[in-house]
């Protein structure tokens, strides 16, 4: 193997003489259209809270059948996260990646056309079923598309991507509303009219198609994951995909030989068998434990019943859909932050000062809610409140989450271990999202944060005490990690 000093970038996990040369360029535009299913995942699981009124009224719901067709996209969620990580494994990364994009342009047309409301339910399960393919498969492969000491932004861009369509879907779904109580009567076509301007519902639903073309049509200019063509012995084409990565052959050559190493020691296991191993069934307990527990810290009652807790807290309907609109915008430029500096300062220490802050918000909101009216305090003293507290969240286990679970795990059940992660995160926003109204009515809107605050102390200390900092570590180095753990 030969060498190149005193070029490009050293790397310390490298021997000594052989440099990188990362392709920022080719390695950001592999991130970005993986990221594009973010967007989708964001759009899909968002545009919902515009159509609710309608679709209800459209097809006479009652409260039960109203929960049903919000919830019922879960369920296809549910099933995706179940399926993505043995088909990643065995059909590969992009494979299933299109896969998703076939599923999220099909939900959206059945969508647009469903004749009732049994068809609209299908449609909407298919697309969960997309949201829950791509939550595990996009950032997964953006990790293993990204050389070490940029793979924290890059996976970044997913969960930005994610919000960038949360607040995509609320303009969406506002201008449409607009559009369809003006120009849109006068449309000359009784087909365009019926759906722009009769039944917009259908519009803010079947626009997610025009991202998932894009999405499809992205994924055929990216080539496979090298570390899975490696897992499936194609090495001529991993190379190639790794020289383009790392700049050098040398170095392309070092990071295909170890994942070679991590791959072969588990060669003729099957997946699960690996999984129960006692070491890396540490680490996926620990996956599913960070991925449950955050949410239960708030972030997602936040997001989804910010307006009905500014309500309680005195607003009117108008100024709290303005607010959570600012709780949206606040979020995305966070998030933004999060990605240049998730590298330098570290997942672990991203995670103490968030979560710190949180505790810290989550308190000041239950005091607004205890003592607003003695205090004589505003409400805009409680939006300081949560626009901190979307801060804290957001540039730390929101930005976090993803990278971590997208690096734990063993080449060989990455995609399987990943689903079980994902399994936990999608079981914990049903919950959260079933119980928060409870929560709110039961223990009051300040019991309600206490409790929240109180979720965050384990998240913390399971960061603290039983993950390692994956900062600059190669997929295999973290590997590594985990192997030794189970020999201590």
């Known amino acids: 193997m030969g060498t190149i000093v005193n070029t490009g970038i050293k790397d310390n996990r490298l021997p000594e003489g052989i440099a990188i040369r990362p392709n920022m360029g080719y390695m950001s535009f592999l991130a970005v259209a993986a990221a594009i299913g973010g967007f989708l995942f964001g759009y899909d699981t968002a545009v919902i809270s515009g159509t609710v009124g309608q679709v209800a009224a459209q097809f006479g719901l009652d409260a039960l059948n109203s929960g049903w067709y919000v919830g019922c996209a879960l369920v296809g969620s549910i099933s995706g996260v179940l399926v993505a990580g043995v088909l990643s494994d065995n059909m590969g990364r992009k494979k299933t990646l299109l896969l998703s994009a076939l599923l999220f342009s099909s939900s959206a047309l059945l969508c647009t056309f469903s004749e009732g409301f049994n068809a609209l339910v299908i449609a909407r399960v298919i697309g969960g079923m997309g949201i829950g393919v791509v939550s595990i498969v996009s ?72 991202p998932s073309i894009l999405f499809f049509a992205m994924i055929f200019f990216i080539p496979e994951s090298p570390r899975w063509l490696i897992l499936k012995y194609r090495e001529n084409k991993s190379l190639y995909i790794l020289k383009r990565i790392f700049g050098t052959t040398e170095a392309a050559e070092y990071e295909m030989n170890e994942t070679k190493k991590t791959a072969q020691a588990d060669a003729g296991k ?22 449950i527990l955050g949410q239960f810290m708030g972030v997602n009652a936040v997001l989804y019943y910010g307006p009905s807790i500014f309500e309680s807290a005195g607003l009117s309907s108008g100024d709290s859909l303005g607010y959570q609109v600012i709780v949206g915008l606040v979020n995305v430029v966070t998030t933004i932050l999060a990605v240049f500096i998730i590298d330098k300062v570290g997942r672990k220490k991203l995670v103490y000062f968030g979560v710190s802050g949180m505790i810290v918000c989550l308190a000041l909101i239950a005091l607004y809610f205890s003592f607003a009216g003695q205090w004589g305090l505003s409400s805009t003293v409680l939006l300081v409140f949560f626009l901190l507290y979307v801060f804290s969240c957001a540039i730390s286990i929101s930005a976090v989450i993803f990278v971590f679970l997208s690096e734990m795990y063993p080449i060989k059940v990455r995609g399987v271990a990943m689903s079980v992660a994902g399994f936990s995160l999608w079981i914990g926003t049903y919950l959260i999202g079933q119980l928060t109204p409870w929560l709110l009515e039961t223990l009051t809107p300040a019991g309600t944060f206490v409790l929240f605050a109180v979720m965050c102390i384990p998240y913390m200390l399971i960061v603290w005490k039983l993950m390692p900092e994956t900062a600059g570590k190669s997929l295999e180095e973290i590997e590594t990690f985990w192997e030794r753990k189970g020999e201590n």
């Open 139 to 210: 950032p997964l492969y953006i990790s293993e598309v990204s050389a070490p000491q940029y793979r924290g932004r890059l996976v970044s861009l997913y969960q930005l991507a994610v919000t960038i369509g949360f607040l995509g879907a609320y303009l969406v779904n506002f201008g449409l509303l607009n559009y369809s109580e003006g120009r849109a009567a006068d449309l000359a076509s009784p087909q365009l009219r019926f759906i722009f301007h009769d039944e917009v519902w259908r519009a803010m639903l079947g626009m997610a198609f025009i």
């Open 270 to 291: 099957t997946d699960w068998r690996v999984i129960l191993r006692p070491n890396i069934f540490r680490a996926v307990l620990i996956g599913a434990a960070i991925a």
